[in-house]
């Protein structure tokens, strides 16, 4: 077992819950933007602006201190990884609805229970295993009516799906050691950075006000989210907080009737219910987990 003590599990879902809610409107601002803007425009802008925020916020009341770390090569990694995903995330988006690329991206906490059990030696027992694999059904229904994720696309998400776990396991572990501020700084700065090695050959001009403004949302929604996810695995281990990611699936769906007027099937519907009833569960559990650990933990 990790001998980190994680005593707030309920905090750290309410945390991915809302984590997953910004995922969900920054993909969608991302598929609007796709139809007139580049790709690779909208990953270094979404990184800039992490940048530029936490810079502004971290600098002046923290200090230059604050950014002090035993584990650059580990933050490099964790940004690379970051900006791999957002890159493949938004290839996709351009070839999927939102609901059937969130999907398939659910496939990561599956992967993530598995790394978090191996290496994190994170519990697993089989009931949470039976609860994963759950969601991961429910995801599956949500796959099979329209069949549009099939095909030479659906390799990108996957990719993503791979990267994004490894992605949540070394969040888990580097909060652990490092201020969740120092985290965020790091992200957006080798994103940034590294994105903008593209820049001469994507840069466009932006002359219109709703494009600007879609930008800013994408931006903000990246930032804000990333940071929730990292308080979240700073208060609950990685395996509990899995089946919460299944949540994004229903604030994708939403978004893609209420933009894209894009109606799930019935069998999309039986999927969410599954999830929903998946996640309920977990809960329930999150909730007794503190309680019978403290005797053994004090």
């Given amino acids: 077992m990790s001998g980190h003590v994680y005593a707030r599990p309920l905090q750290g879902v309410v945390f991915l819950v809302l984590a997953v809610a910004c995922f969900a409107t920054l993909d969608t601002s991302v598929k609007v933007l796709g139809a007139s803007v580049s790709v690779l425009l909208v990953v270094w802008f979404r990184y800039l602006f992490q940048a530029v925020v936490m810079a502004g916020f ?12 035993r584990h650059p090569w580990l933050h490099l990694l964790r940004g690379a990884l970051l900006l791999l995903v957002s890159t493949l ?14 999907a398939i991206v659910m496939l990561t906490p599956l992967v993530v229970t598995l790394l978090a059990a191996v290496f994190l030696k994170e519990p697993a027992n089989l009931l949470r ?21 099939i095909g030479w696309a659906v390799a990108l998400p996957l990719v993503m799906t791979l990267a994004y776990a490894v992605f949540q396991i070394l969040t888990s572990r580097m909060t652990r050691t490092e201020d969740a501020m120092t985290l965020h700084f790091y992200t957006g700065w080798v994103g940034a950075l590294l994105i903008s090695l593209a820049l001469p050959w ?17 931006g903000l929604m990246g930032t804000v989210g990333h940071f929730l996810l990292i308080q979240a695995f700073a208060r609950a281990p990685a395996g509990v907080l899995a089946p919460y990611l299944y949540v994004q699936i229903g ?18 519907w039986w999927g969410i ?17 503190p309680q019978t650990a403290r005797p053994a933990r004090p």
């Fill in 273 to 289: 219910a599954l999830i929903a009833a998946c996640g309920a569960t977990m809960a329930w559990l999150s909730a007794r987990a």
């Fill in 202 to 218: 994507v840069w466009q001009s932006i002359d219109d006000l709703r494009t600007a403004a879609l930008l800013g949302l994408a």
């Fill in 89 to 102: 995330g938004f290839i996709s988006l351009g070839y999927m609805p939102i609901g059937e690329f969130t």
């Fill in 58 to 69: 971290v600098l002046p009341t923290r200090g230059w201190r604050s950014l002090r770390t």
């Fill in 129 to 149: 295993w039976a609860l994963v694999l759950g969601g991961f059904g429910g995801a599956l229904l949500v796959i099979q009516p329209t069949g549009q994720a």
């Fill in 251 to 268: 604030f994708a769906l939403f978004a893609g009737w209420l933009v894209f007027d894009h109606v799930p099937g019935t069998l999309e």
